[in-house]
C-alpha cells in the first residue's frame, strides 16, 4: 500500500485492474500445508477445500470444496456454506477469502504444481 489512511488504501482496491485484483484472492494454509510447502499462503482456486475460520456462528467451522472464485469481490462460493432467503429456499452464501483456512489443495493444475513444488524446493 502507498498510504497509511485505510479510506485510500480501501479506493486503490476497489479501483485496482484485474492482475492486481486476483492476487486479493489469497488464503492462509493450514498448518500441516504451511510446515509441508514452507509458506504461510496461497491464492485460492476452484476445486480446493477450505475450512471458515471467521465469520458468523452458522457458517463457522464448516469445511467444504469451492466451487466458484469472484477475483471482483474478492469472494469464494464454498459447498455447504449457504443462507435460507425470504421464502425458505437455501442459496450459496459468499465468503470472503481472507476468512477462510484452506486445508487441501487442488494440483490438477500443472503449472501451479510446478510453482508450489520449486518454492517446496527452494526454501
Avoid: C, F, W
Avoid at 469481490?73 to 429456499?89: C, F, S
Amino acid at each position: 500500500m502507498t498510504s497509511k489512511y485505510a479510506s485510500k488504501q480501501r479506493k486503490a482496491l476497489y479501483n485496482a485492474p484485474n492482475h492486481v485484483r486476483n492476487k486479493s484472492v489469497g488464503s492462509h494454509l493450514s498448518e500441516e500445508l504451511m510446515k509441508k510447502l514452507g509458506r504461510r499462503t496461497v491464492r485460492v482456486v476452484k476445486g480446493d477445500t477450505v475450512k471458515v475460520v471467521r465469520g458468523d456462528e452458522d457458517v463457522l467451522g464448516l469445511e467444504g470444496k469451492v466451487t466458484s472464485v469472484d477475483t471482483h469481490n474478492g469472494k469464494l462460493i464454498v459447498e455447504g456454506v449457504t443462507i435460507a432467503k425470504a421464502d425458505g429456499t437455501m442459496t450459496e452464501r459468499p465468503v470472503h477469502a481472507s476468512n477462510v483456512e484452506v486445508t487441501k489443495l487442488d494440483m490438477k493444475d500443472n503449472y501451479r504444481k510446478q510453482k508450489l513444488q520449486y518454492e517446496e524446493g527452494s526454501q
